[in-house]
């Protein structure tokens, strides 16, 4: 069985390394490489996108509960990349300007190219975003907080 040291040099070298780097200059994870042909796979799904926005946001945590740093500078190694990643997932909410029933207002649709709402992709991202917001605004209280920080701490 693996050992807390183990996961958590799992956890840091995906943190310091993979979700930096696997992250375009439009918010875009590159979904899908094969090492064996050496290229990025054409295919893309928004529920991956906020499962992996979601994860960052909780190694960020594990980090400040192992290192008893402030949230934000756990956050300081991939807050870029998280940032592009909210900027994406915020790109494919319904807003007002759709041409469509009002009913899907406020829904996520899988990509930019693909109109698809489903209620695993909202449910998914509008989960990220809560715990990015309680994060930002200090309401954050995940497993192991004694004291609620400051905003910005």
Known sequence: MPDPEQLLAAIRLAKNHYFKKTMDKRGRFIYEYSLSQKKKLPRY???????????????????????????????EPIQQAIHAGIEFQLQMQVKGDIKHSRKWLGGFMESLEKDTIRIDYTQHNISGLILYHQILTGEFSGPGRRRRDPPGV
Do not use: D, F, I
Not at 54 to 75: F, I, S
């Open 45 to 75: 799904n928004m529920l991956r996108h906020a499962g992996t926005v979601y994860a960052m946001l909780q190694t960020a945590e594990l980090t400040r509960k192992n290192t008893y740093v402030p949230l934000m500078q756990a956050l």
